[in-house]
């Protein structure tokens, strides 16, 4: 079966016109593009190639006007159109040849020698340097740029149409063939970067294109570098007696290390251009696009600190946007790890920068997450006990009630820091901050103070504390930072039964845990939780703590103390634990299985809350023998609870079905709980519920 084959389509479209530098010729430039036609005529793959055409041998002897014209006619690629162009080009090399007698190569030298100083006279010479061979490309470009560092030069070179676009064909066409060249181009290029004004003559030559390119480039070269001088590190070990390989190692590494160090200025000057032309948020979208936040996290594992400062300022700029924090998020894993080691140099600029980008990130919740995990750790360590003095005289001197938010957020984050801790008792600062707490009654304050609040020292407040926390029923704030702190006491001297005795203090908990002594408009914190519900928190960790002093539990032992709170799971926690340890001893003990809340420790043991599970079953692992029974009686109920329903459906009626219904969630064990808080034992009914089953348990009566 035939079928049409593709055709080729090749077409030249012309360019710009030239003079030669050093021969009386004429440089046409063209494109030629190449392209192959499908089945129905439309191109399905091309390429595009830049090309030049010298005409040599010109006469300009002779009539401007009419040489224009027969150089038209032999070029096909000059049209009829630009005969004024083609005038001018050759009015100009008429002109060289009157004022040269010399030979064209000589007096090209002779303007590029580095002995004489760069001179916008000679700009035309330095033009024309381009065109030449590699050597004297370098010298012209070194020349070019000794003009374009002083300012009072920049619009005049700007200006020069011929001049940037030879400069950028350069760089596009020798990009590959020399690094000193490449550097001379776009350091002269950066020098017009650091003026706005000069922006659009950078944009329209496409320089941030090839900056990016390059970069890319560059990072690839790197990686040939290496793996090649890794492979003849693996040579020289693998033939340690081979003293010609080792020497040439040592060259190899010598002469690497040169490289690099003109690769880390030619991608300096690069990004920097980047940076500056990034002023324009159009072309810093398209940067991103480009995928620039992978080269700049890259570009940190140079060795460079001038690098490192201009990575770290660009990844600044760039994470003031969200979606480029988004982009960000995407290289947090090489990221993060590479700007907790920057944290750690003793380079004050860069460490300064690092930490302004992470106050950038931190903005965003999923990368303040990842800062916590990869870098908080760094930040802490980088306070010294200076810092902590500095920081704690702050607060204490400042005139107002209640210190700056920022100040004291610093302050409560580090008060969980060892060392912090340390220092403020090594030099009396915990007791400053108490007293000025308890004269403020700032809660951020006494939040600071809840973390550290396990040191001995703060015994000697207590007095004052028990005052205020008595005035302070109607102040949730303070009330519920107060009572953490008592909470957090778990020093094993501490009389606790003294505390109660002289304050009435169970008569008080009582009366917060009672729903008559609360207000009806609570009001929500920032987490959308009642205010109040955190005061119950709060009391009933403080009971659990008070059963640490064996004198308490006979005092709370017929006191009504549990709350009726238990939707929220830290409340069922400390719940839990509060039982715990007054299951540990006697009196108490049989006060919870009395009034059956040993069933809710039950219940919970198949709570999804694997913290609840765990406290519950360290918790019935304190019950008595007496109860063991019971405990495996329900426990084997609660796993062949579908078994026991099908069973006893046969020979009861469906309300009298106990656990025929498939209701053991989380639901029906916290509701369970507030049914059994103070219900009799039910012991009877419930065997008598799971009829013969006993029998697996014990054996036929």
Known sequence: MGGSQDELEA???PGSIDVHPTEDAIIVNYTAQAAILGEDGQPVAGDKKQGQKILKQIATNCNIANLAKDIIERCKLIHPSRQAEVEQVLYYLQKRQQSEPESDRAWLRKQLDENQPASMSQIDSYIEGLYEEMKEKITSTRRILELAKSPEHMPQLAANGSLMSALSRVLREDGKRSMELVTNIVYIFFCFSNFSEFHPVITANKIGDMCLK????????????HQDLSQLEQKALAAPSDKSLAAQLEKEHTKFQSMIRKQDQLLFVSFHVLLNLAEDLGIEVKMIKRDIVKYLVTMLDRHSPELHVLVITFLKKLSVFKENKDE??????????KLNDLLGVSHKSLQSLSLKLCLNLSHDPKMRSLLAKHILERIVTMFTSQNYTVLVRMILEYKGERMNAEVMSLAINLSTVPQFQLQLAQDSGLRFLMKRALKTKDPLLLKMLRNISQHPEQQDFIDDMMSLILASTNNQEVLVELLGILGNLVIPEFDFAKLVETYDFLSYLYSLLMPSSRKQDTRLNTQGVAEDDDVLLEVVILIGTMALDENIPPKIAQTQILPSKEEDD????????CMHQYLLHDVTC????????????????????????????????????????????????????????????????????????????????????????????????????????????????
């Open 11 to 13: 077409k030249l479209y």
């Open 214 to 225: 390059m970069a890319d480039q560059e990072l690839k070269r790197f990686e040939i570098w």
């Open 328 to 337: 960000m998020i995407l290289h947090a894993d090489k990221l993060l790890p």
């Open 570 to 577: 830290e409340m069922i926690l400390q719940l839990c634990y």
């Open 590 to 701: 049989r006060l919870l299985i009395g009034k059956t809340l040993v069933n809710l420790l039950i219940d919970l043991l198949y709570d999804r809350n694997m913290e609840i599970r765990k406290v519950c079953d360290a918790a019935l692992g304190e019950i008595d023998e007496d109860w063991e029974r019971k405990l495996r009686i329900q426990k084997f109920a609660w796993h062949n609870s579908e078994w026991i329903g099908m069973i006893t459906q046969a020979s009861a009626a469906p309300s009298e079905n106990t656990y025929g219904k498939e209701d053991h969630s989380r639901s029906h064990s916290r509701q369970s709980f507030r049914e059994r808080r103070f219900e009799d034992d039910t012991d009877d009914e419930f065997e008598h519920a799971i009829g013969g089953s006993k029998a697996l348990l014990y054996g036929p009566y």
